[in-house]
Structure formats: C-alpha cells, structure tokens
C-alpha cells in the first residue's frame, strides 16, 4: 500500500493505461500545459507525444472527435475542464455517444471516457461549480461514475477506460488532494458494485462523491447520540449496485441519501424511489434526502458553503430519520 | 485515378442503385411497409457516388439525415438497407436505427446521422485515429447547407485543419434547410468559402455532374492520404423529393422540380457524358437498369420475408453486458 492523493492517483490510472494500450489516448483543453488544469494528465506529453492533444476552446468538437476516435477503435480519455462546460458537448454525448451501440444494433462500441472535474472547488459562482450526475444517469448508454477516495478513484478509471461503453467520470475538485492508501499490484474496481464504507446497525447513509468523506466524519460524531451508521458508496450510480443498498436498508430500516448536488429531481430522488419500491415494508421512517437546495451555486463564500451540504447536514438529518 | 470505362459503368449503375432503392422505398412507404421519416436523396446521387468511388474499404464515413445514397454508394448490401427501412431484424442495424441511423460498421460506414451537423465531430475523430495509428486511411464527413450553420460544423473544422486529420468535408447544397430556402436564412452563397476560416482548400463543384465531383474529391482524397490535410468541397445539388414524408413543398414551384428533373438529373447528365465517349450501349443500358431494378425487386422481398424483430430485443444493445473488468 502506498498513500497517495486522488490527483495522483488518477493520473497513476492514465499513465498506466496508456502503457498497457496504444490505443488509449488523451484530448482536451491544457492538457498538456502545466499538465492540465489540475495536473492530471502531466508527463503524458513526454511520454507520449503522439497520443496527447491539446484543444482549442471547443467541447462539442473535443467530445465529437473522441466518439469518432472511439468508434474507430480507440480508447479516448477526454477531459472537460469544468463539468460545467459539458452541456456545449450533449448532443455529442446523449445523440452520439450514448446511443450508437444501440443505434447501430449492437455493431458500434464507443470506449470514450469523459473525465468532468465538478462541484465547489474555489469560490467560482454558478456557472463552474455544478455537478449535475443525475442528468447522466437518466440516458440509457452511459455509465456514471463517481469515486470518493484514491483507492477507487483509480481502479474505477482503469476499468472505465478499459470500458467498451461510455463513461461519465465525475471528480470532485475538493477531492483532488484527498489522501488515501492505494494498492502498489495492479488492480480494477468492477462497475456495480457499491462499497460499505463504514458498517452499522441504525441507519443507512448512502453517500455520493464529495458526501462520503463527511458522512464517514458525521457517522464518528453521532457515536456520541448512540446511533451507529452504515456508510454506502454507490461508487457507479449507473449501474447501480441496488442489491448492496437494499441489503442494507433490510437489516437498518433508516435511510439518509447524500449529494453535494440539488436535491430536486436527482441522485438521492432516484435511490430513495428505489428503496421505497423495493423496500418499504423494511422502513422504520421516510427516506430523508441531504442535498443542495433548488439554487445555483453563488458566489459569495458565505453563501456557497450554506448551500452546499456540510457534516451538520448528514448528523441532522441522520438524528431525523432515528427520531 | 482517372475515370476509366469500367469506373465510369459502375458509377453510372451506382447512381441507378440509389435511385430505383429510394424510389421503392418510397413506393413501400405508401404501403406502409416503411415506416417514419424518410428522407430521399434522390437527385443527388453524383455526388455520394462521385465521392464513394475514391474510396477502399477501410475509409470512413459519416452521413446525415438524408443517406441512404452515402450508405448504398459505399457498399450497403441493399437487402439489408431495405429490410432496415422496414425495422426487420435483418436489418443493418437489426431494426433498431431505421432510415436516419443505417450503418454498416464492416464497410466503415459509421451511420447515417438524426442530428444535423452530428456527424461532423465524429467523422471527424475517426480521422484523428487514422493519424494516431498511422494508417492512410481516410475519412469523408457529409453534411448539408443547413448543418452549415451549426457550431459542431466549425469546432470540427477547426480541429481537422489544426492537426492536418485525413479528412474531406462535402457539402450538399442543395439550397434547402427542410422548408426554407438557403437564401432567406444564410448570408453567404456558398458554403466552400467557409474553408478560408480554417486555412484549407474550399473548391465548389457542380453535384449534379458526377464527373466534376468524382476528380475534386479525388484530389481532396490524395491530399488527404498524403498527410497534407482536408479539404472542404460543396457540390451544389438538389432533391428532387420533399425533405421527408409531410412535406408540403410551400418553399418551391413545381415548375422548379421538373426544370430540374428534365435538365439536372445527374443521371441524365451522366448517361449524356458516357454515350459521346460510346462508354455506354443502349443495350448495356438496358441491361444495367433491369439488373438493378431485378435487385430491388429482391431487396423488397428480402425486407418483407425478414421477421420483425423479437420484443425482447428492444431491451438488448443499450451497452455490451457481456463485458466484465479484469485485470
């Protein structure tokens, strides 16, 4: 085991890859200056000259490229440098890459990762802060991913780049420098499979991405009042690994859904309308949801960080549900 | 390469193909035996098939909305075009893509497009695999006058000439963006002067002259192959049809469609071009119309006989479940 940081660690996923496979390349905006925006993709360009492309200001074209790229055999690993920037690219990844498998009958497979940096990093208003999964999760074709420490950060890129179908990779900015241990052999984390991050008997918190370090954190604290959680990590929210969740549900009968993201409409709204089928006779209480409210993200710090969830929000809502 | 006699056949029986598919198609249309949008490229048969015959095998293509011409020119075995039309399981795309989605992914034919100026990007990328493998294969990206005015079309563009991608860009202009002539919603004429903005060469042909599209693209091909970079080539063009299935045509006159129907046909045109060289017979003409006439005939039988596909398979092809991470 090895300590390292997410940012690390995902640039550890690349560089391995593209030792592994001629055919994995990388394309997007500073990638190659100063490494990238967040140092991701550096000494690639040393590397590997031939298979690292740094972009004019042009999603729709950097994601268009890397479908045709992908459908030709290659293996692009593309990076937005804000999520935000994405929606100049949906039609290039909803009509295009999603669906061509589907389209064609099966006969097209597009390998194409499509790396989206999100949430509040520094203090950057609206329009660079959003996080948005559940608009992914909703188009059939795609696979979303969200890691939540190095350790999955990296096996889960090296399965989504070894992935015959498109993945959506969200990394959270706040997490870059997020420390973690991370295996020194080779390994991969399989799509679907959620983890428990920390066992429990009372309730159950599933946690996204940028919540599953606070939730961890909220499940020391609320030792205090006596309840002891269960961490889960979906890690894939497509796939979603519902077994490991209801299971979970059955034995705790209390659930708390965590996002960073808005509430409305998304992530958590989905997970809980899958407990409520699957398991509502288990439930002791209403799926409560933590989340950001229906607002885009401000500017001010001091309204940013009220919007955006916090440890408090996890141990309320967590003190709610056990009520 | 130069047109031969031999080329000059097949090309003028290419341009058959798509013409008497498409009018039978349409044909099957009002039987209901086709269903959904179908957009027919009838009229602008020199320029997919001025364009395909540069091509091998392993050369790429994108298409539009309106391809059944680029996919049956490229190689499309038509029973299977035909039995996609239907949404038969034998179809191309096992009847889950229809007319705006036929593909046939063993000759490069990366699909017909729904999305104007969709194509672009894509098209596009498989020419940037092409430089990353080091291949000389070559990729043409279609696209109409109306995708011209959609960003995609600029962003792609912008890339190909950036890093010299073996990629040649054709423009239809066929003057129509669905029900709207080009010239109440575009300021420039011609699309082939967009190439200046991307530092390439932008050559404007004649579409309705299979010849003038055949050697502009090959020599944009040659560039191409060469490492040197794409080129942008507009053949002008028209469809002798509506845009799809409802189109009441308030943008044109008949007078419009006939005049070129009896002086545009490329078909005509190119009959015309074969007969002053005696490259043609009227026999051999004959034998060239009933033989592709014999094969539609076939095609349509194919596409009838074909199962519709099982219900289970709406829900299969989403992604490759087969497919598990391993180290």
């Known amino acids: 085991m090895s300590t390292i940081t997410i940012r690390d660690a995902l640039h550890d996923a690349i560089h391995e890859e593209m030792a592994r496979d001629e055919s994995v390349f990388v394309i997007g905006e500073d990638v190659i200056a100063q490494g990238g925006p967040y140092t991701i993709t550096e000494g690639v360009a040393e590397k590997y000259p031939d298979r690292i492309f740094q972009t004019p200001i042009a999603e ?9 790229a992908a459908l030709a055999g290659m293996r ?89 179908d498109p993945v959506i990779f969200f990394e959270y900015k706040r997490l870059y420098t997020m420390e973690g241990e991370v295996p020194d052999d080779e390994y991969l984390i399989p799509f679907g499979e959620a983890d428990v991050k920390r066992e429990g008997e009372d309730a159950t918190v599933v946690a996204i991405g940028g919540m599953v370090g606070k939730t961890l954190e909220a499940g020391t604290l609320l030792e205090d009042d006596g309840y002891d959680i269960e961490v889960i990590d979906p890690r894939t929210l497509s796939p979603l690994d519902t077994d490991t969740i209801c299971e979970s549900v059955r034995k705790t009968g209390r659930v708390v859904v965590c996002e960073e993201d808005t509430s409305f409409a998304g992530t958590g709204a989905e997970i809980a309308a899958m407990i409520g089928e699957n398991c509502f006779k288990d439930l002791k209480a209403p799926v409560t949801r933590v989340g950001m409210p229906h607002v885009p993200m401000p500017f001010a710090p001091s309204l940013a960080d009220s919007v955006v969830p916090q440890v408090g929000n996890v141990v309320d809502a967590v003190r709610r549900v056990m009520a | 390469m130069a047109l031969t006699e031999e080329l000059a056949k097949k090309i003028y029986s290419d341009m058959w193909r798509i013409r008497m598919f498409e009018e039978e198609a349409n044909r099957q249309l009002g039987l209901g035996n086709v269903v959904g949008a179908l957009h027919l490229y009838c009229g602008e048969e020199a320029v997919a098939v001025g364009v395909c015959s540069n091509l091998r095998d392993d050369d790429y293509i994108v298409g539009t909305h309106r391809s059944h011409g680029h996919c049956l020119a490229k190689g499309a075995d038509m029973d299977h075009t035909m039995a996609e039309l239907f949404g038969k399981a034998d179809g191309t795309c096992s009847g889950k893509g229809g007319s705006m989605h036929v593909a046939d992914l063993t000759l490069n034919i990366l699909g017909a497009n729904g999305i104007v100026a969709g194509g672009l990007g894509p098209g596009t990328g498989t020419a940037l695999a092409s430089k990353i493998r080091k291949t000389d294969q070559v990729s043409i990206c279609f696209f109409g006058d109306g995708a011209a005015a959609r960003g995609p079309v600029h962003e792609a563009m912008t890339m190909g000439s950036l890093w010299k991608l073996p990629v040649v860009y054709v423009c239809e202009n066929n003057g129509l963006q669905q029900w709207v002539r080009r010239e109440t919603v575009a300021v420039i004429d011609s699309v082939a002067t967009m190439a200046g903005s991307y530092g390439i060469p932008g050559v404007s042909v004649d579409g309705q002259n299979v010849v003038e599209v055949y050697e502009a693209v090959g020599e944009a091909v040659d560039r191409a192959r060469r490492g040197e970079g794409p080129t942008l080539i507009e053949a002008r063009t028209y469809r002798f049809y509506g845009h799809s299935p409802g189109d009441l045509e308030v943008y044109r006159d008949s007078e419009e469609v006939e005049d070129w129907r009896a002086n545009q046909d490329p078909i005509t045109i190119f009959r015309a071009y074969m007969a002053e060289r005696q490259w043609l017979t009227e026999r051999e003409d004959e034998e060239i119309q009933g033989a592709t006439a014999a094969a539609v005939s076939t095609a349509v039988k194919f596409a009838d006989a074909s199962a519709y596909p099982a219900v289970e398979e709406a829900l299969t092809d989403v992604l490759d479940t087969s497919w598990r991470a391993e180290a």
């Open chain 1, 60 to 68: 729709a074209g950097i994601v268009g490229l890397g479908v045709g």
């Open chain 1, 76 to 164: 692009p690993v593309v990076e937005i440098m804000y999520l935000d920037f994405i929606t100049c690219a949906m039609d290039e990844v909803v009509n295009q890459a999603a669906k061509m498998r589907y389209m064609t009958g099966g006969q097209a497979s597009v390998p194409i990762v499509i790396r989206l940096p999100c949430g509040l990093g520094r203090y950057v208003a609206a329009q660079h802060s959003q996080i948005n999964e559940s608009w992914f999760m909703h188009v059939p074709g795609l696979q979303v991913v969200v890691p939540s420490t190095p350790k999955d950060a990296k096996g889960l890129l090296k399965t989504a780049i070894r992935s015959p």
